[in-house]
C-alpha cells in the first residue's frame, strides 16, 4: 500500500462525501485474511499513537490518590478516582459500564491495579480497557498526553474490524499520515505482513466508502 494509494482514496473520500449538519469522522474498515483469529495471539490489540490529534475528545481516567491525583488533575485527566470510588463503582455495574463506554484510556497507579481487577475486570477487560499501570519510571502527565494522541484497534475475533483515524474537517495530509500510522503497525504486528491484509476502505460517518487497496 503506497502512500500515493491512500492519498488518492482519502480526496475522493471528501469529494464524495456530502456535506452533514454535523462533524463527521474518518474512519478506516480493515478486512484481514489468512489468519485464525480464534487464537489470540493472532487478534490485533494494538494502542497506535496518530501524528496529528484526531479531533475528537479523548477522554481519559486515572485511578490514584495524593500527589498523583492532582498531578493527574493538572494534566488535564477527565475522570480521577480513588479507593472509595472504585469500590462505589464496582457496586454500581450500570455506572461502572457507562464509564468504561465513555471513556478511551484508563491508568492506574500499581497499588490499585490488583483492586481494579478483582472489582472492574469483568467490565473493563471486554472492552480492552484495562488500565495501563503508572509504574515508577512512568510520569502521569506524559502518559495523559500520549493517551490524548493514541487510538485503540481492536480485532476481537473478527476478521474485518473499524477505526476512528480523525475528523473530516482535519486537513486531507494529516489524514493521510494517520492512515499510514494505522497501516503501518498492522503490517508490523500481522505475521504475514501486508499479504493478511484483503483490503482496507475508508469513508466518512456516513459517506459511502472507498477503497484503499
Known amino acids: 500500500m503506497t502512500s500515493e ?3 488518492e482514496a482519502v480526496k475522493k473520500v471528501l469529494e464524495i462525501s456530502p456535506q452533514r449538519g454535523f462533524e463527521e469522522s474518518v474512519d478506516l474498515a480493515i478486512n484481514l485474511r ?3 483469529l480464534t487464537k489470540p495471539q493472532n487478534r490485533i490489540d494494538e494502542e497506535i499513537i496518530l501524528p496529528h ?3 475528537k475528545p479523548v477522554k481519559i481516567a486515572v485511578f490514584a490518590k495524593g500527589d498523583v491525583a492532582e498531578r493527574a488533575k493538572a ?3 477527565d475522570y480521577i478516582f480513588g479507593e472509595t470510588e472504585i469500590k462505589a463503582l464496582a457496586n454500581e455495574p450500570p455506572r461502572a ?3 468504561a463506554n465513555e471513556v ?3 491508568i492506574a497507579e500499581t497499588a490499585y491495579m490488583p483492586m481494579i481487577g478483582k472489582s472492574l475486570g469483568r467490565v473493563l477487560g471486554p472492552r480492552g480497557k484495562m488500565p495501563e499501570p503508572l509504574t515508577s519510571d512512568k510520569d502521569i502527565a506524559q502518559l495523559i498526553n500520549r493517551a490524548r494522541n493514541s ?3 481492536r480485532s476481537k475475533d473478527r476478521t474485518t474490524f473499524h477505526v476512528s483515524i480523525g475528523q473530516r474537517t482535519m486537513q486531507p495530509e494529516k489524514l493521510v499520515e494517520n492512515v499510514e500510522s494505522v497501516i503501518t503497525r498492522m503490517e508490523q504486528k500481522l505475521e504475514r505482513g501486508a499479504q493478511n491484509i484483503r483490503s482496507v476502505y475508508i469513508k466518512t460517518t456516513m459517506g459511502p466508502a472507498v477503497r484503499v487497496v
Open 5 to 7: 494509494q491512500i492519498t
Open 34 to 36: 489468512n489468519l485464525d
Open 53 to 55: 490529534i484526531k479531533g
Open 75 to 77: 494534566a488535564g485527566a
Open 97 to 99: 459500564r457507562s464509564l
Open 104 to 106: 478511551n484510556f484508563f
Open 151 to 153: 487510538i485503540k484497534v
